[in-house]
């Protein structure tokens, strides 16, 4: 433990016992835990692979993945417009609908994705209701794959049929474009795991009101760069995940002169929904995100994750170079839980969703040190915030040049989360989410943090060190 | 100079040379100067009237200072719509126009708040252009008397007549009223003294449209929260001063669903304006600070100040128990400026406009510390910002318990500037500003930092001496 002289940096960087960091941070000064721990836990196949990829074939993984962060920091995605995912995204066809996280068969899908799935299904039309749209999954009538391999994401049970209305963002630079559906707002809603009428109502909604409005007055606007709005969001004390409000405001102020204009009959209920959905900016830059990861995945050779996604049973995570191959374990538990009265751990479900593919382009937790929102969910001090980028940055191998943290002298947040410092440092991405209730469709049951299971990781950094040794 | 051991707060408190105190602050690490300086600069009259005040008067004033404080703590100041100034401000009647800073007399007023009268008296209709404006000024038959004397306060060079559309804030606990000036934005603008055609037709639009729209819009949202909205903004880096956009989002947003509906032949204009203009809240905040500030005032033998205005021309402060006297000093010169190409000092007016008054209830300048923009505007390190609150907390006697500051805990900012302190101290209110042109009218050439002048304090403390004495 030291504390340097003036006139370098006051700050404390601690190895070992944990007391002293956390006093340091209880008064709200900068400190680092270094807790040294024996690499990779011990696992001799593991500290064999590590061994490898940061010794003899270091040059050759860092240089892949330099590229896949310079294309992660430089890809700027831009949001085109609003379409229906039947016409643009690839592949979805009539009978089909796409969930969150990795690929699952009906009969392993946790209870809030179920019931978001048979919503989507009645919300198409293909069913009169819900227990009818069930019937028809278990059937092995409607074909569920996931989102992620459409170029798609959806944040937590979100389940979208053809019909439901997409943002499109698309990254020149890499020719990529990705898709995102549209945020269904708070209350009794589908993306909770409700399935109940007025949750069915609010899929149409999305669909007959709120996605045509959008797409005029985006259409009007013209292109919208997500990652600058992103970049001003954070100065503004979004984390960019968990809480997305001043970048939301930012684009409902720049849409103003378009929604006022607005030819549709319905603009003033589409207008009392943003009014009150501080979350509508978490779809778009989920798209960006997708979009730019999409861009990043071509490059082979990495370590460095592109893909991260739940769907409350399973959590996948996808390496650079690898886009066929997810790596998969059980979805975890959400931990140091905030729940609503009468609610617990029992009647929670697990980890469910794509928004986690905000935490590998620099947003979210590598964002949280200027979210005060963010501290205020783990206590209250920006130490607490700080300390959830600090994490970030002991397991990714680049920063953003352009998401800054005015907190931090505008250093830029932790960029490129790479499978071998998280599986040296037994650390992985931590993730602020929503929890959702387990069994009886009542929506969200609280919030809390979720940590990434480590095997998955393990098996990408064998996967890529068997791979590495076959060229 | 001592760096204080784990595990209490590690921070630096500098005595003495500043070399110390700048080379801690280039590292973004708090850092207080404590600078000791002879108290009052030596001024005996003055030291004769501080050891009074802080002495044997000091339970009298302390007792009032602690009513002033509480009721700028405690007022809530509700926006309840938008009225026609001659319709509500008292006292303001045909051929009057209201400007900002203390009274004045045409022939000493700066040429920017002239253009900005000569451009009301046009939009007015009282003269059918600036020249025989300037004209029925001259000849005596406009009177020309300080907004602030009808609780009422106009940002920069701002003038207003009777048909200017005024935003109304009252304090139900105080039973008091305040008035400002609608935003008219950027650009060729009078309140930027600019008495360009431009200029007028904005007011113009103000009046005719942008008011309407906005007074039918919150009609219809029933009053509004100001300083619950200013509390959110600077935990979204707006100090709600030089910055306020955050707010004036969270408002906008608020507003969107009457907007969208309103009845306004000009909407779509209107709409255009707000989209482009980040500055709408700061009339708000004004006049909600006013509001405060009117009923603090009504507290006798206090050190508070409740008033501070300038006119380009004079700086003047009141303090609260003493409304009908001003303590008048020359407006500074902008410091600390970053001018246009071409512009300087030379080409620089004075210190102007009334949103001085925010620093007095807590924002601006105190709540600095969590403004990524204060921190830009200053050189980008948010220890600078923390810098401009701490001087604000060396001369104020109390802490907001409503605007909080996530950087530094949530500490309370620095609420009510004790002349006491002031002249102890030697620190004048620093106040972030624009510069507008000394002499062309092309309105804005620069922002900068305007410290108060020592004098008026020094002035009303010996004021407060000799009346306490009488007693």
Do not use: K
């Not at 278990?138 to 979100?158: D, F, K, S, Y």
């Not at 600058?228 to 405001?249: E, F, K, P, W, Y």
């Not at 992985?428 to 049951?445: C, E, F, K, R, Y």
Request: proline share 6%; aromatic share 4%; with cysteine.
């Amino acid at each position: 433990m030291s504390v340097t002289g003036l006139p370098s940096r006051v700050e404390v960087v601690n190895v070992g016992l944990e007391r002293f960091e956390t006093a340091v941070r209880d008064q709200g000064a900068p400190a680092v835990g270094v807790d040294w721990r024996i690499p990779a836990g011990g696992d001799l196949d593991a500290v064999a692979a590590l061994a490898r990829l940061l010794g003899p074939a270091s040059g050759r993984v860092d240089a892949a993945n330099a590229e896949v962060i310079s294309r992660l920091d430089r890809g700027v995605p831009m949001l085109q417009g609003v379409e229906t995912a039947g016409d643009v995204v690839g592949g979805l066809g009539d009978g089909m609908i796409l969930h969150c996280g990795p690929g699952i068969a009906w009969a392993e899908m946790c209870d809030p994705l179920r019931r978001s799935v048979r919503a989507a299904v009645v919300a198409e039309g293909w069913a009169a209701h819900t227990e009818a749209a069930g019937q028809m999954v278990q059937a092995g009538e409607i074909r569920l794959e996931p989102a992620n391999e459409h170029c798609t994401v959806v944040p937590m049970a979100t389940a979208i049929g053809p019909s439901a209305p997409v943002y499109v963002v698309s990254v020149d630079a890499g020719g990529t474009t990705a898709y995102s559906s549209l945020n269904q707002g708070s209350g009794a809603v589908a993306w909770f795991g409700v399935d109940s009428d007025a949750a069915i109502e609010r899929l149409r909604f999305l669909r007959d009101a709120l996605g045509p409005a959008l797409a005029q007055a985006l259409e009007r606007a013209g292109p919208v760069d997500v990652f600058s709005l992103a970049a001003q969001g954070i100065a503004m004390g979004d984390d960019v995940h968990m809480r997305v409000q001043a970048t939301t405001n930012l684009l409902l102020r720049d849409l103003l002169p378009h929604l006022v204009r607005s030819s549709s009959a319905r603009i003033a209920e589409v207008a009392d929904f943003l009014s009150t959905n501080h979350l509508m900016f978490l779809n778009i830059v989920m798209a960006g995100a997708r979009a730019v990861a999409e861009w990043a995945s071509e490059v082979p050779d990495s370590s460095i994750v592109t893909t991260m996604a739940r769907n409350g049973t399973t959590y996948g995570i996808r390496l650079a170079g690898r886009p066929e191959r997810w790596f998969i374990a059980d979805a975890p538990p959400v931990q140091d839980a905030l729940y609503y009265p009468g609610q617990g751990p029992d009647t929670s479900a697990g980890d469910i969703g794509d928004s986690a593919v905000l935490e590998l382009v620099g947003l979210g937790g590598p964002a949280a040190a200027n979210s005060p929102a963010v501290a205020g969910f783990l206590g209250g001090r920006m130490a607490d915030a700080m300390a959830v980028t600090a994490a970030m940055g002991r397991i990714c191998a680049g920063t953003s040049s352009r998401f800054r943290l005015p907190v931090l002298d505008n250093a830029g947040t932790p960029l490129g989360v790479d499978v071998r410092r998280v599986v040296e440092a037994s650390i992985t991405p931590a993730v602020n989410t929503g929890i959702l209730h387990a069994s009886d469709g009542s929506g969200q049951v609280g919030a809390g943090v979720a940590h990434a299971p480590a095997e998955c990781f393990l098996e990408a950094l064998l996967d890529l060190d068997q791979r590495l040794a076959e060229d």
